[in-house]
């Protein structure tokens, strides 16, 4: 069994409080990793200095980087990312956010996908919990026990096909890619990786979940305001509508109205009054300001 070579692509913008985190996770993986592409996408904060610095503190004995830095001027998140699942050369390409922390064992739990299922699924996405949420420990077993379902399936030669991937945590081979990329959309107001799904399934490139490639991922969006959450959340239905997808645009937008905002509005406070630090709600934390 060969296994394959996997390069990490991460898109960042003002990702200064993040990123240090996101690298570290990844070069303590280093063995299992080609190379680490980072896509600043116009950064005006020390997010590019963070990264730079993180890279020569692990250069090897002949001065190599592990980390390759690139520059996408054009703003929005699926130009970085385009920028970056090009330029990677391994023959897995995988993509995370920069608020992201791969867990260990992650490279390994993806290449050992690919290697043993990557001639019938190409693409795939690990499972992600929040690392500055409260109640995480029930979603994780949630999480845990999908993978282990996965895993089984796949030993029995079952089907375990994914309805989309997850942009947080997710990875596809360099074909499968070049097969997607003239398909792909680059508004940025839709979910690029939904749209991606869509464009990955129309081309015959089958998705599933990839075992024990779990990552921590930050749950900032639930703590943002109404209407910036609002908006985020509308870019589903409309990454339907582009691709002619009436029936699901119009389920979309009911599991927008029955489940998703519900859950919003049920869990602003008590999110907003978690502190990951000290692993406690406290009620200074809802008069701080609202980062959107």
């Not at 090897?60 to 090009?86: C, I, S, Y």
């Not at 992650?106 to 690919?114: K, P």
């Not at 992600?128 to 030993?155: E, H, I, N």
């Not at 779990?214 to 339907?240: E, M, N, V």
């Amino acid at each position: 069994m060969t296994r394959p070579t996997l390069s990490v692509v991460v898109p960042t913008y003002n990702e200064s409080a993040v990123i240090e985190a996101c690298l570290d996770a990844l070069l303590a993986q280093s063995d299992e990793i080609h190379e680490i592409v980072v896509v600043d996408n116009n950064s005006h904060d020390d997010t590019v200095d963070k990264i730079k610095a993180r890279a020569a503190d692990h250069a090897d004995a002949t001065g190599r980087d592990p980390v390759v830095v690139l520059h996408e001027t054009r703003q929005g998140l699926p130009f970085a990312r385009d920028t970056g699942l090009n330029a990677a050369t391994g023959d897995v390409l995988a993509r995370i956010d920069a608020d992201a922390r791969v867990e260990p064992g992650w490279a390994n739990a993806t290449r050992e996908f690919f290697a043993r299922h990557g001639e019938t699924y190409a693409a795939g996405s690990g499972t992600c919990t929040a690392y500055d949420l409260p109640f995480q420990d029930r979603f994780r077993a949630a999480q845990d026990a999908l993978g282990r379902t996965v895993a089984a399936k796949l030993a029995e030669g079952d089907d375990v096909d994914a309805p989309r991937l997850f942009g947080s945590n997710m990875a596809l081979t360099r074909g499968a890619w070049h097969r997607i990329r003239p398909h792909t959309s680059t508004r940025t107001d839709i979910f690029e990786d939904v749209d991606l799904t869509i464009c990955a399934i129309e081309n015959g490139i089958r998705c599933a979940i990839i075992p024990d490639a779990r990552a921590l991922i930050s749950g900032r969006r639930f703590k943002s305001g109404p209407l910036s959450y609002l908006r985020y959340s509308w870019c589903d239905q409309r990454t339907f509508a582009i691709h002619g997808r009436s029936a699901e645009r119009r389920r979309a937008v009911a599991t927008l109205v029955t489940a998703t905002i519900p859950f919003y509005l049920a869990m602003w406070v008590p999110f907003r009054l978690w502190n990951p630090e000290s692993s406690k709600f406290e009620l200074t934390r809802l008069i701080r300001p609202i980062n959107e």
